[in-house]
């Protein structure tokens, strides 16, 4: 089968691989339908963060169940199923209670030895676990498939964020970060009763799509502007929640600089280095929260799903070119000059 | 009247200073019965923190209305208070919030041009704000007083600690720190039901204090040993809960090592410098959140008030040394040498 190979930086190239099998008795394989490409993949393609030559890459997809192994119980040949980016056994105490990125036995997606999203199947270890069924019908349906696709990461990623802001009904909300996970916050906190959202990026057409998803004002400005432009919306105070969805030191320092006292800052943009952004005495002044992380996606699916099937949540706009298998270096190259948003990868 | 000056590093000195009077129409006038040494104050007389030479110190005090201004309502001339360790104007939107610590109008007891409390009297800005009315017969019981001034600081401190760290009916928790502050947060965790509660601390005597005040584990050790003694009684995992109330790059990393994924640190140690021992990475990875800052004690003193005064919260341990008036240097110093573990001083 052909699947994405990271060959080293600005360098991710399609190639003929093995096809997956099962290899223990709690694997599926899955042949996947749909993926994609993601803002943290990013990082791997320009070399920030550590990855081997010749690793796999991508790790959200959905795709029909093509084989299990003995003991899976809870899909079936044929299924159609959305894959978290981890996966995870679905039975340990982080599981149990809906963390399931700390799982015992979980793993990333394109680890070595472990296949990626972006290629044509994968070997699912933990199918009980890890998979979750989605409705036959929505295989024929373009839209709601990438609907159902973002729940593999990005969605439940948002949503994450938004809940670790602590995003309320009523709530002023603020999302630095105009990525395809800071459009999913903006949905979510919509979703979650937020009465203004401030979605804060630059690029007209991202935030045109901020503006659909529910955000109330748009700021454009950066570092000391944007906190100005925040207060300015917000009787001088700040925003109770705010979503840190990019992961360097200046949105790490404007998320906290844009946060009113008391509230928090639901971080899940991948953190580069350590602390960076973080500013403690501030932080302790002003009684101002940090909480989120990489977001235990699985846990969220069976919540938001209900949304996603019936309209009522659709993050599908975030994708904004489509692309074969083959054209998935082309994709990567689009999102890092950011001429596309979000990659959407079709197989068949 | 006599009051405590800092006049440098190593070097508080009992002065003659005027007597406090009312300035404006919203201030009282305090005699003040108890009052305390902090260990935060210890920052500003070791030189670690800010002070100019000839500011008040102290900020925890309880005593008897002398005087008030012509809008105070809440309390009268006789009435036995308790000060929080900030004044706030009690009407603003923070302090209608209960983040009293943010007042629009508030402040620090010992800032330039105001008094501290480690002295015979203080003005206090804010009186219908600030004030808590205490029951008059409290005055001739020397625990309960003892027990009540600490809701000035180190108890509604312990307490804001403890729910910083999402301390629940059942919880594991720990906590860094074997000061006053880390021992009231004992104290607050055993109120909010913890089951498992680990206290990190190699002073003997305060270890006991811990266990007396619910305490159902002691850890002696420090950095990685005190990191796997936590593991080794929380079935590998850490704490679900975390008080950090120490402020050092040191404690801050202890506490985040040992938090179980997806718990919390509750911080209330006053940081030195920006984001010591805060590795986002690791918070990143397991879900770790960051919740504290300065208390907001105020707002807790209705809470913790009732039982204080029927007995069932009784803090008043954490005094281990009362000096009078004239004492309070060598209060510091015996704090510094960690030969007192808080010293209670007493007016009268």
Redesign the interface.
């Known amino acids: 089968m052909r699947a994405t190979i990271f060959r080293g930086p600005y360098d991710v190239r399609v190639e003929d691989v093995p096809e997956p099998v099962i290899q223990r008795p709690t694997d599926a394989v899955v042949r996947i339908l749909r993926a994609c490409v993601c803002g943290s993949d990013l990082w791997a393609y320009r070399g920030e963060t550590a990855r081997k030559p010749g690793q796999r890459i991508g790790h959200e997809f959905l795709g029909t169940v093509e084989a299990v192994g003995a003991e899976v119980t809870g899909v079936r040949v044929g299924d159609l199923v959305v894959v978290p980016f981890v996966w995870s056994d679905g039975v340990c105490?982080?599981c149990r209670?809906g963390?399931t990125?700390?799982c015992e036995h979980g793993g990333f997606w394109g680890a070595v030895g472990h296949d990626g999203g972006q290629g044509e199947a994968a070997r699912v270890p933990y199918a009980d676990g890890t998979l979750v069924k989605l409705p036959q019908e929505a295989a024929s349906d373009d839209r709601l498939l990438a609907a159902l696709l973002s729940l593999s990461d990005v969605m439940g990623t948002g949503h994450h964020a938004a809940l670790?802001a602590g995003v309320r009904p009523g709530a002023t909300v603020a999302v630095v970060g105009d990525g395809a996970v800071g459009l999913c916050a903006v949905l979510a906190a919509k979703r979650l009763g937020a009465e203004q959202i401030i979605a804060l990026g630059r690029h007209g057409d991202r935030t045109d799509i901020a503006r659909r998803f529910g955000a109330t004002d748009v700021v454009a400005e950066r570092g000391e502007a944007a906190v100005e432009a925040v207060r300015a919306l917000t009787r001088g105070?700040g925003a109770h929640a705010v979503v840190e969805a990019v992961g360097t030191e200046q949105s790490?320092r404007t998320a906290l600089d844009i946060t009113r006292?008391?509230g928090?800052v639901g971080?899940v943009g991948?953190?580069h280095?350590?602390?960076?952004g973080?500013?403690?005495?501030t932080?302790?002044?002003?009684?101002?929260?940090?909480?989120?992380?990489?977001a235990?996606v699985r846990a969220y699916i069976p919540d938001l799903l209900p949304d996603v099937l019936d309209g009522r949540l659709d993050p599908s706009p975030v994708f904004d070119l489509t692309v074969g298998i083959e054209g998935v270096p082309g994709g990567y190259q689009a999102m890092d000059e950011r001429t596309a948003l979000k990659v959407l990868v079709t197989n068949g």
Chains 1, 2 share one sequence.
């Not at 973080?278 to 005495?281: K, N």
């Not at 009684?287 to 992380?293: C, E, K, M, P, T």
């Open positions: 105490d982080y209670e963390l990125t700390s670790g105070q790490m006292d008391g928090a971080y991948v953190p280095g350590s602390a960076t973080v500013d403690l005495s932080m302790f002044a002003r009684n101002i929260a940090l909480r989120g992380g990489v235990p």
